[in-house]
């Protein structure tokens, strides 16, 4: 009786290790900016940045063999003849393999070579991509792997039904996507919408609301724009944002008119105890989760596969989104769609933002890329426009498409298009303000 005893309070301990102890290890790593050699930024960047400084020279072979493989890793799994989606982006992954060729050789048309174009692709955001994902992975587990995620999905099933109209249990998904990747929100997602958990409707808000871009990606977007030193006012108020144009959209068409029948609904959860039960909750996932080894080598295998998958594909249409910005009006087309939303504030740069953001369907990373010698305004701006407009060419639409949720290109692009601009007309004034405090 007293061995048994003793296992379950040894098992508790454990538990209350790795859901309070390795949680926070994650919330430091990504929230708690220390300074070092008189930089102050995220433990994550710093680390990233020694990585970078270790590795010299090597850097740039290293993420020019992880493009090479992410564009061979298609045809090695018959991935590619799954779809004509798999076959476009299969194709686009090749080309992105060339491009990166020419970006380390030095080889290729000189415009290519004009230092916005590949000398910067492939430097500050692919490099630096290449590796954060992986090393931002092993520390997303501290954050995913051990409750804490169960845990603030108990303490926030209130408010997702009125707010969202989506179930309490997609808070999970919502904060997966937000500090794990959309990747893993969208798996998420589908798997319970296939069990009949959730409605059309449902999984389709899940899907183009909350599976944005992760915090690693932030963190690339922010040293991009250069916002590093207000880090965690742009990390919180970009997840605001976000959230605040999902609770918007989903009372829109197209999604509100989208199937609400459900197999299997979720019973009302009582209100009495919350907090109690979020705590258990955290725990019993903490009872579960693998062994810490296990778990960052896993993440680690993860992260290297979404490294080789999304880095070809950022390198060929971030190369061609570059291309058209540069020698093409398309983007300025489309962007006057968006001044109205941008001019309204009066802030200097107005047009330059309406037409950047226009570029965040092809790639959610060219609005930074076009702005990063903007004015701060409209830089801590086109951050947020980077992740809160969620749907983007290059990963995440291919993503939703390969998912059982019926949403269409169309209705995709609709909904970024609503997106974009319910988020300047949030993001400008919040850009605004945050340059006020300064």
């Given at each position: ?9 040894a098992s ?17 790593f ?12 995220i ?55 060339g ?11 000189e ?48 408010v ?12 999970i ?23 009949g ?82 705590y ?39 190369l ?15 962007g ?12 200097e ?16 990373f ?49 909904i970024w ?22």
């Amino acid at each position: 009786m007293e061995q048994s005893q003793s296992r379950v309070s040894a098992s508790d301990a454990l538990a209350r290790f790795r859901l309070l102890f390795l949680s926070a290890v994650g919330i430091f790593f990504f929230f708690v900016p220390i300074s070092v050699n008189g930089k102050s930024t995220i433990p994550l960047d710093h680390l990233v940045s020694q990585i970078k400084v270790w590795l010299g020279s090597g850097v740039a072979w290293y993420a020019f063999a992880m493009i090479v493989i992410g564009a061979v890793y298609p045809f090695v799994t018959g991935q590619w003849s799954k779809s004509l989606t798999d076959k476009v982006f299969s194709v686009l992954k090749v080309m992105g393999a060339g491009a990166a060729l020419m970006a380390v050789t030095g080889a290729g048309p000189e415009f290519l070579h004009s230092k916005d174009m590949l000398p910067f692709l492939f430097e500050k955001l692919v490099i630096s991509v290449g590796l954060i994902v992986p090393v931002g992975a092993v520390f997303l587990s501290f954050l995913v792997s051990y409750g804490l995620l169960e845990l603030i999905g108990i303490l926030v099933q209130p408010v997702m039904r009125p707010i969202w109209r989506t179930p309490g249990r997609s808070a999970i998904d919502a904060v997966a996507s937000f500090v794990g990747s959309y990747s893993l929100g969208l798996l998420i997602t589908n798997r319970v919408y296939k069990s009949g958990q959730y409605s059309a409707k449902e999984a389709a808000i899940i899907a183009t609301g909350f599976s944005t871009v992760s915090a690693t990606f932030m963190i690339i977007v922010a040293k991009t724009l250069d916002l590093m030193a207000v880090w965690n006012l742009y990390f919180w108020g970009t997840l605001v944002i976000t959230f605040i144009v999902t609770a918007i959209t989903v009372r829109l068409p197209p999604l509100r008119q989208m199937d609400e029948s459900v197999a299997d609904p979720e019973p009302d959860a009582g209100s009495e105890g919350r907090l109690q039960t979020a705590y258990q909750t955290g725990m019993n996932v903490a009872r579960q989760a693998p062994a810490l080894g296990s778990n960052v080598l896993s993440t680690i295998k993860d992260g290297l596969l979404m490294t080789i998958s999304i880095l070809p594909s950022i390198m060929s249409v971030g190369l061609i989104g570059l291309l058209v910005a540069k020698y093409t009006p398309v983007f300025e087309w489309l962007g006057y769609l968006f001044y109205p939303f941008t001019a309204v504030w009066g802030i200097e740069g107005a047009k330059e933002l309406a037409q950047a953001s226009a570029s965040g369907l092809a790639e959610m990373f060219l609005p930074a890329l076009l702005l990063r010698e903007a004015e701060f305004v409209v830089r801590l701006a086109a951050a947020v426009i980077c992740v809160s407009s969620v749907l983007f060419f290059s990963a995440s639409i291919p993503c939703i498409l390969s998912t059982s949720i019926p949403l269409s290109v169309g209705r995709l692009v609709v909904i970024w298009f609503i997106r974009t601009a319910l988020s300047l007309l949030l993001a400008i004034p919040f850009a605004m303000f945050v340059a006020g405090q300064m």
